[in-house]
């Protein structure tokens, strides 16, 4: 993903210097928020401005005072991993009010202020916006009133308002997803577990009740992570006589020896005619219909509380960047904008286009028109209710279509959290498509001994919260074994191959590619699903099971680093997996305020390793306490973690102390997180509808035969889509010595990590969001969920 060097920056061409820009939090909080917070002040000081902190929201913009800060680089240091917003959220009525706006300009142009980041809902949004409008009016009244000096008006002629989302709900249109909404999931999904493993042992149903009043999505996608039996949301009611439909569900899967039923209802769910579903309702419709021991939990503010998940640190801080990067190139003419996420790249929209079409979700609601509604809440809101559909329902053996071919879903390569998941979506989707579906055990070893058979579709029932790989996973490539491997195609008939896993997998397809040539049982459709925790496959910019990792070693350097409060100046050398890719290293190190993280793809000597040490010497001797840095496995062959320990040891004695720490098999444990969860199944339901088309394009006279390049694919997530790629055309961005991508888009968020760290560097803009409209800022294929 190369880009042009035209626009790649030193921040003395992008000054801040003269200009003050003030940050504020609203409505309600949300997990991440600090981290926002966090990366506007720090970047906002990096380029020479001055930053404020507003704190309680628009209420203490009203009453100024105390409540405006100036803020230092060492105000926001140990924020980063704090649930809710350490400078306060507060509704206000008063700036409602006219009078109340008229309060607030005043206060903000005492003090020079004319650059707003709000982080907020939409209704804090359209507050900004509207203040942003009255501006020049209320400056005017102030002169009239003697308040500020005529100047002031020419001086603060215009006020610059950025938007970030901060809402656990998600239910912004615009952005893939807002800061809050994946720490939220984190929470739901940890109840949902710890749920399940009770209701197994009593065979009882648990109806849960997550946030949502007016949008179903945190319900949708637990429902979708968790593989629950029914969901309730307001943009899609059920149909009348749901009620039966539900009963019959939940008693054919206890029929089927399931143990339990779990049945997720969004706050503001409703039927068709607008009457309000409560848990309550349900659970005595279970009840009086069924007769199950029936329990009800309503999570309540436990989705809004604790520690941010590494991807809304990483959303946060990026967000926090590009706000103040718009801010420094905004005009008088430039609307209030919205920084975003769509895929994995920075975006900025409109904010009044965001705020409309999210009033549009909300009208179609109210005027019975759920399936616009449901279309207006964007592709991967669709995308999600179409995907749990297929999974969470299943067909008669009447209505399923009969296509008489046999497909075949193998792990390869080291286990990776959300392979499960996967797998369960394929076979679910393949069944749904009419495929007798195959599952191989311990990859192509397994394959060649014959380790083979049928799987349905009650067989991986629960699977998606279960970690590592249950088909079992080894490294075992082909190429030594495709003569039994064929032997094995040919005696199970199997028509198409889809194979979750990391490198490994990608070079098992060049292989079995390379031996069509020799063996037509190879000539069949054959696809790979991107799944490790070191993301190094080439072909996509994300792999199932690296967010995973990256919040097991968030978690684990949050806990490191706390291990050192009350005690003297420490700094933490930790060493993280990854093999040759730096990602877990550099991804990890954003999320948890890691002063350096060593990688192989940006080499170093040992003139770099003192330049960190004296730099992190500086930061000791202020207010700064502890120091982390992180390095990955395979970096340098003679800089090891123990050399890099003992010499910041010795270079930083009388002013810190070190500590070590190799995380080792602990980043490929656990069970996976809600974005790997979705993330398999989603991505495994699009290669396995991608295997039926192709089945039926290549059946000729009897039998499939697929030869062509793009008959084996890689599906990945590419930028702002899910892309099939031919695994013949990576060869060439591929590094087969060092198994990673020739080219990775995740090295632009190193100067991220340095800047935050208080380094000078240069920072790449190319990639900067620019202004979109709303109704553009989606391409085809584009899947919201799969954002980082």
């Known amino acids: 993903m190369a880009q042009p060097d035209t626009k790649k920056i030193f921040f003395e061409n992008l000054s801040g210097a003269g200009k003050a820009i003030a940050v504020l939090t609203s409505g309600g909080d949300a997990q991440g928020m600090n981290a926002a917070v966090r990366a506007v002040v720090r970047m ?14 628009y209420q203490g913009m009203v009453d100024g005072g105390e409540n405006i800060k100036e803020a230092t680089w060492e105000s926001v240091s140990s924020m980063l991993q704090v649930g809710g917003t350490v400078i306060g959220s507060a509704r ?50 102030l002169v009239e009133q003697g308040s500020i000096e005529p100047q002031s008006v020419q001086t603060y002629s215009a006020l610059h308002i950025v938007g970030m989302v901060g809402s656990i709900d998600n239910d912004f249109c615009g952005t893939d997803m807002t800061i809050g909404t994946d720490s939220a999931l984190h929470r739901i999904i940890e109840v949902v577990d710890a749920i399940m493993t009770t209701a197994q042992s009593h065979q009882r149903t648990f109806v849960l009740e997550v946030m949502g009043r007016h ?81 009800v939990t309503i999570l309540g503010h436990v989705q809004r509380g604790g520690t941010p998940s590494a991807f809304d640190r990483i959303l946060a801080s ?79 053996e009447s209505e399923l279509p009969q296509s008489n071919f046999n497909v075949a879903v193998l792990n390869v390569g080291a286990p990776a959290a959300g392979m499960n998941a996967a797998v369960r979506s394929a076979v679910r989707v393949g069944i749904t498509e009419g495929h007798k579906m195959f599952a191989v055990s311990d990859g192509f070893e397994g394959f060649y001994k014959g380790q083979i058979k049928e799987i349905k579709w009650a067989d991986v029932g629960g699977w998606t919260g279960q970690g590592g790989s249950l088909l079992g996973t080894k490294r075992t490539l082909p190429a030594k074994h495709v003569g039994k ?121 040992i003139r770099d390793l003192q330049a960190n040490v004296e730099h992190l010497t500086e930061k000791m001797k202020t207010s700064i306490q ?47 997180s809600p974005f790997d969860r979705n993330f398999g199944t989603k991505i495994s339901a699009k290669a396995m509808q991608w295997v039926t088309k192709k089945l039926r394009e290549t059946f000729r006279q009897g039998r499939v035969f697929a030869n062509t390049d793009d008959t084996c694919c890689l599906l990945g997530m590419r930028r702002r889509a899910l892309v099939f790629q031919p695994v013949l055309q990576l ?40 202004l979109e409209h709303v109704v553009h800022n989606r391409p085809k294929d584009t899947d919201a969920s799969v954002a980082m």
């Not at 087969?736 to 803009?765: C, G, N």
Request: aromatic residues 8%; contains cysteine.
């Open 626 to 672: 502890r120091g982390l840095v992180l390095r990955n496995e395979n970096c340098n062959d003679n800089y090891t973690t123990d050399f890099i320990y003992q010499l910041y040891t010795e270079e930083g004695k009388g002013v810190f102390d070190c500590r070590k720490n190799v995380l080792g098999h602990m980043q490929q444990g656990g069970a996976p």
């Open 215 to 295: 949008c179903g999505y945190l319900a949708l996608v637990s429902a979708l992570a968790c593989g629950a039996d029914w969901v309730l949301i307001p943009e899609m009611p059920p149909d009348d006589g749901w009620e039966e439909k539900m009963c019959e569900k939940l008693s054919a899967t206890r029929s089927r020896g399931t143990r339990l039923n779990i049945i997720i209802v969004a706050e503001g769910a409703i039927d068709r005619h607008g009457k309000a579903i409560t848990s309550s309702y349900v659970k005595d419709l279970v009840v009086r219909c069924l007769g199950f021991d029936t329990r």
């Open 485 to 605: 491997i064929a032997e094995q195609m040919r005696m199970h008939n199997i028509n198409a191959l889809l194979v979750i896993g990391g490198f490994e997998a990608f070079l098992s397809l060049l292989e079995l590619l390379t031996a069509r040539g020799k063996y037509d049982e190879f000539c069949v459709p054959m696809i790979m699903v991107p799944a490790t925790v070191s993301n190094n496959v080439p072909g996509s910019d994300l792999s199932i099971g690296a967010d995973t990792a990256l919040n097991a070693i968030t978690t684990t350097c949050d806990r490191i680093k706390q291990s050192a409060s009350g005690t003297k100046r420490r700094v933490f050398i930790i060493e993280t997996m990854g093999g040759y890719c730096g990602y877990l290293a550099t991804v990890a190190g954003l999320a948890a305020g890691a002063d350096a993280a060593y990688i192989y793809e940006e080499p170093f000597d």
């Open 92 to 141: 206000c009525k008063e700036f409602r009010t006219h009078e109340g706006r008229l309060k607030a300009a005043l206060n903000l142009v005492t003090l020079g202020i004319t650059n707003l980041c709000v982080i907020g809902g939409d209704g804090s949004l359209t507050g900004a916006n509207l203040f942003r409008e009255e501006w020049s009016g209320l400056l005017t009244e």
């Open 731 to 770: 060869k060439e961005d591929t590094d087969f010595v060092h198994r990673i991508p020739k080219e990775q888009w995740w090295l632009k968020l190193r100067p991220l990590m340095k800047i935050l760290a208080k380094y000078k560097t240069s920072y790449d803009v190319s990639d900067s969001g620019q």
């Open 44 to 57: 906002g000081l990096y380029v020479g401005a001055k930053v404020y902190f507003i704190r309680e929201g």
């Open 318 to 396: 990026r967000m926090g960047v590009e706000a103040v990067l718009a801010l420094l190139e905004t005009t008088a003419n430039t609307p209030a904008c919205v920084v975003s996420l769509c895929g994995n790249q920075s975006v900025r929209l409109p904010l009044m286009e965001c705020v409309q079409m999210t009033q549009e979700v909300q009208k179609a609601m109210d005027e019975k028109r759920f399936e616009e509604a449901v279309k207006l809440r964007g592709r991967s809101f669709e995308n999600n209710l179409k995907t749990y559909k297929l999974l969470a329902h299943r067909k008669p």
